[in-house]
């Protein structure tokens, strides 16, 4: 089972993932501090990283870049979990490298599934940063996403939208969570705004538009048409 490095101050939050990603089998190594993850990385490099940006001895985003600037480590799958939660702070993330990122509060069912999809992508040879479905690609990192090799021109929320399905692929994502996680806003009376994006996604996809399925009563999954 793939060996997993935690590294986050907060002891609490530490233990959650910890535990978590203990119950269902992953090896896990728990660091507080910037210290004690380079004094790990000196004896074993591990499958995946979840690490926090804001940490008092070295932040997260200049582990990230040394991690990606070390030839050994340059593809070593990372997501950042953190309690910023703006939109310049998501960019900043996925630009410098991170391959997702977790905002707090988080649930276990969503920390596991993207611990789970970053693990997939990295096992089958493909960049973490890489999601493909079908005829779709998206590039996390790069922010770009392509339908038959063509890229598709994307507003910041499209994307967001867009990336927290494929993310989560396969599974049905209730309206109120996507409002939630890309809007930052109640799924009462702002339905609409939700709808409308997914129209206008599926428009720009094209072929590829019919990846995204509206799951009645509950919200919308995305995955690849059965032949």
């Keep these: 089972m793939a060996t997993i490095i935690v590294v986050e101050d907060d002891l609490d939050i530490n233990d959650i993932e910890t535990i978590a990603l203990k119950n269902i089998g992953y090896d896990v190594i728990s660091c507080t501090c910037a210290g004690e993850f380079w004094e790990v990385m000196k004896q074993r490099t591990p499958e995946l990283v979840l690490l926090d940006i804001m940490l008092e001895d070295e932040d997260g985003l200049a582990i990230l870049k040394k991690l990606r ?24 993330g996925l630009d410098s490298g991170a391959d997702d990122y977790l905002t707090k509060p988080f649930g276990i069912m969503e920390l596991i599934s993207r611990v789970k ?63 939630d996680k890309i809007w930052g806003i109640d799924f009462e009376g702002e339905s609409r705004t939700l709808d409308v994006h997914i129209m206008t996604l599926r428009k720009k996809l094209g072929d590829a538009g019919d990846y995204i399925r509206t799951v009645k009563n509950v919200g919308y999954r995305i995955e690849e048409e059965q032949s």
Excluded: C, W
């Design 69 to 92: 600037e070390n030839e050994k480590t340059a593809g070593l799958p990372v997501i950042f979990v953190t309690a910023k939660t703006t939109e310049l702070d998501k960019v900043r």
């Design 117 to 179: 999809a970053v693990l997939r992508r990295s096992e089958r040879g493909v960049p973490s940063n890489i999601i493909e479905i079908g005829k779709l690609r998206v590039d996390l990192v790069q922010r770009r996403v392509y339908v038959d090799m063509k890229e598709v021109a994307l507003t910041f929320k499209e994307f967001e939208l867009l990336k927290y399905l494929t993310t989560h692929r396969g599974a049905a994502i209730p309206r109120s969570e996507l409002m």
